[in-house]
Structures are given as structure tokens and as C-alpha cells.
Nanobody, 115 residues
């Protein structure tokens, strides 16, 4: 059974940082492309960052220079380092794993940016 378990969310002040982790099990982690998405109340889920099985990363413009995705294949874990957080970054953050037709999601972790 494939499981993706996110952790590291919480409440942070504007300008602060958080590091999210996603621990994967039940799959050959190293061959999956991994990603982070987020969904704010009343909005559609949106892509935040992706990293391919060979380590190529992509980011939308609204997080470039602030967020960094990385992976540790030895630990079956993908990370999202978030710096210079803004109130508009408040959302539930979801981990995603994808390989051809297979796609898996974690349960999400809440990130709240507020003073």
C-alpha cells in the first residue's frame, strides 16, 4: 500500500520559514517524480514545486526564489523549504508522487502565515 505522509506544517509569521517533509512508503521512491501542491480555502489546488526522478526542479513564478524542493532517495523523502513566507502562502500543502499512469497523494499539512 502506497503512503505519502506530510509533516512540518504550522503557524509562522510573515517573512518566516518552514520546511515540509513527505515520507513515502510502498513504492520505489527513486523512480517517481515528486511534487508539492497547495490548496487555499475556496481556491483550486495549484502546483508549488516539482522534482523529477533525476533531480530536475520546476517552480511557478509565485514561489521562485523563495521555495526549494529537494529529495533524499535514501530516506524516501521529499522536502519543501519555504522562506520569506507571505500570508497568501496560507494553504493545505499536499505531497504528490507520479509515475506514468500512477499518481498518489498525501493527506496534506496545514501552513498558516499570519502575524
Amino acid at each position: 500500500q502506497v503512503q505519502l505522509v506530510e509533516s512540518g506544517g504550522g503557524l509562522v509569521q510573515p517573512g518566516g520559514s518552514l520546511r515540509l517533509s513527505c515520507a513515502a512508503s510502498g513504492l520505489i521512491f527513486s523512480i517517481y517524480d515528486m511534487g508539492w501542491y497547495r490548496q487555499a480555502p475556496g481556491k483550486q489546488r495549484e502546483l508549488v514545486a516539482t522534482i523529477t526522478s533525476v533531480g530536475t526542479t520546476t517552480y511557478p513564478d509565485f514561489v521562485k526564489g523563495r521555495f526549494t524542493i529537494s529529495r533524499d532517495n535514501a530516506k524516501n523523502t521529499v522536502y519543501l523549504q519555504m522562506n520569506s513566507l507571505k500570508p497568501e502562502d496560507t494553504a493545505v500543502y499536499y505531497c504528490n508522487g507520479r509515475l506514468r499512469a500512477w499518481e498518489f497523494w498525501g493527506q496534506g499539512t496545514q501552513v498558516t502565515v499570519s502575524s
